[in-house]
């Protein structure tokens, strides 16, 4: 048993390895979320946020104030101020 065990010791540590390496590369290329400010046109309103989704028509926000996951139509949008820094 010990004899089994010491010979699958190489290919697992050689396993954990790369797993690890492949990790830290991905976290490497891993962006931070962006920031985005936008105000609303009627109602008038100012949203601070994380941008989780953005298309041509949609943007779809994570308000930092409440958590919460908001969509919002970019024609009723008097601003979008990307990349906002902390």
Do not use: C
């Amino acid at each position: 048993m010990f004899m089994m065990l010491r010979s699958l010791r190489a290919p697992l540590t050689f396993s954990l390895a790369a797993i690890s390496l492949a990790a830290a590369a991905a976290a490497q290329d891993a962006k931070p979320p962006a920031l985005v400010s936008l105000i609303t046109v009627e109602p008038v309103r100012t949203l601070l946020g994380e941008l989780t989704r953005e298309n041509q028509t949609h943007i779809e926000v994570v308000d930092l104030k409440t958590g919460e996951l908001q969509t919002f139509a970019k024609a009723d949008l008097k601003t979008i101020r990307r990349n906002i820094e902390r």
